[in-house]
T-cell receptor, first 112, second 116 residues
Framework: QQPVQSPQAVILREGEDAVINCSSS?????VHWYRQKHGEAPVFLMI?????EQKGHEKISASFNEKKQQSSLYLTASQLSYSGTYFC?????????????FGQGTILTVHP | GAGVSQSPRYKVAKRGQDVALRCDPI?????LFWYQQALGQGPEFLTY????????KSGLPSDRFFAERPEGSVSTLKIQRTQQEDSAVYLC??????????????FGEGSRLTVL
């Protein structure tokens, strides 16, 4: 079942903060975050694993509440380059190879 | 190149035609995924390969869709007798990881298929 993202769209001015949420109805093993710009490939942002481990290589942060089956992505001091569509993807406990089920996406627009 | 390469980038097919979409993953990546992305939606899983073995094809929408990765590197997604509902961007992704869900996926830019 597809995770649900909120909000569907966010408009910011440079320097403002935003939070994107991702909720699931099933038990999660991991949550992944990707950003996709129009016409381009989705780009990895972060993985949050059950048990608290996080892996990412951008200046962003995220949380993973296993009990509530929710994850949030925190974008602080936004830059123009942050604009794009953000997708969360989930893997369940029974998945042995990282098959991701993605949410419908959150469109983030950052204006000067 | 260093990234995942897909071809063609754009394909227009008449309804009923067969199409083949190619994916060249990052060298050494064990895992390869195909996803379908409709306009304004998130990617939807189609199939997964670990080396040359197709371990999961549960997302393929019909028996008109077929994927292969015969030598464990390049993969081809074939769609037979294309229908208008097949119009979408087909994304390929690869990963060095083979187990669990803790690996970063590297996506290609996709092949945009339009069926007239």
């Amino acid at each position: 079942q597809q995770p649900v993202q909120s909000p569907q769209a966010v408009i910011l001015r440079e320097g403002e903060d935003a939070v994107i949420n991702c909720s699931s109805s099933k038990a999660l093993y991991s949550v992944h975050w990707y950003r996709q710009k129009h016409g381009e490939a989705p780009v990895f942002l972060m993985i949050l694993l059950k048990g608290g481990e996080q892996k990412g290589h951008e200046k962003i942060s995220a949380s993973f509440n296993e009990k509530k089956q929710q994850s949030s992505l925190y974008l602080t001091a936004s830059q123009l380059s942050y604009s794009g569509t953000y997708f969360c993807g989930q893997t369940g406990g029974g998945t042995s190879y990282g098959k991701l089920t993605f949410g419908q996406g959150t469109i983030l627009t950052v204006h000067p | 190149g260093a990234g995942v390469s897909q071809s063609p980038r754009y394909k227009v097919a008449k309804r009923g035609q067969d199409v083949a979409l190619r994916c060249d993953p990052i060298s050494g990546h064990v895992s390869l995924f195909w996803y379908q992305q409709a306009l304004g939606q998130g990617p939807e899983f189609l199939t997964y390969f670990q080396n040359e073995a197709q371990l999961d094809k549960s997302g393929l929408p019909s028996d008109r869709f077929f994927a292969e990765r015969p030598e464990g590197s390049v993969s081809t997604l074939k769609i037979q007798r294309t229908q208008q509902e097949d119009s979408a961007v087909y994304l390929c992704a690869s990963s060095v990881f083979r187990d669990r869900g803790n690996g970063e996926l590297f996506f290609g830019e996709g092949s945009r298929l339009t069926v007239l």
